[in-house]
């Protein structure tokens, strides 16, 4: 779609409105909450055993208790990945 017969105020407008979106989408996936299912499935592991780590205190990965639901962040669960890496280097 050209925007050149738009007035320079409505483009501005359209620009705005368009960044936000994006970071609005962004700040969205950062604060994504998975629930037990979700986050194995992500992780490619069992729903049972994120639930057996949490009590054995296997892995540590965060956590969120809302009424009866366990729920993960997302990003959290990424970290958890890349913390998992073998042949990391560390400098």
């Known amino acids: 779609m050209s925007l050149a017969f738009l007035s320079s105020r409505v483009k501005y ?17 950062e604060n994504k909450l998975l629930s037990r299912k979700e986050a194995a499935e992500f992780l ?13 205190k296997t892995y540590y990965i965060p956590m969120f208790k809302i009424g009866k639901y366990v729920k993960y962040k997302l990003t959290d669960l990424i970290k958890f990945i890349e913390d998992q890496e073998m042949g990391k280097m560390h400098l």
Do not use: D, F, P
């Open 13 to 29: 407008k359209i620009i705005i409105r368009s960044i936000i979106m994006k970071e609005t989408r962004q700040i969205n996936y």
């Open 44 to 56: 490619g592991l069992k729903e049972n055993t994120l639930a057996v780590w949490a009590c054995n």
